[in-house]
């Protein structure tokens, strides 16, 4: 599986992105996506899934303020970011679940 994410940037606390993952190979390996994060110095953080049947799950850092969404071609997934913080700065990824070798991130810098 090859994974790309996009879509990052510079940001002022409170703003929003939307992050776009495109990944291709196996249609199975494609079923259950998820975006993660690595700050500098820090360890890569989980953040949102999708199941196949539509179900997400976040993890508590940013519950309520990123939303995760498919898009209509198969391996194609999306990542809402409002109400960013300093603390969101970071690089992101996305992958697949059983995870797949790591692609290219999108830096996003949150910062005014």
């Known amino acids: 599986v090859q994974l790309q994410a996009s879509g990052g940037g510079l940001v002022q606390p409170g703003g929003s992105l939307r992050l776009s993952c495109a990944a291709s190979g196996s249609v199975v390996s494609l079923n259950i996506m998820a975006w993660y994060r690595q700050a500098p110095g820090k360890q890569r953080e989980f953040l949102a899934i999708m199941a196949p049947d539509g179900v997400a799950s976040y993890a508590d850092s940013v519950k309520g303020r990123f939303t995760i969404s498919r898009g209509s071609v198969k391996g194609t997934v999306f990542l809402q970011m409002d109400d960013l913080k300093p603390s969101d700065t970071a690089v992101y990824y996305c992958?697949?679940?059983?995870?797949?070798?790591w692609g290219q991130g999108t830096q996003v810098t949150v910062s005014s």
């Open positions: 992958n697949t679940v059983p995870m797949s070798e």
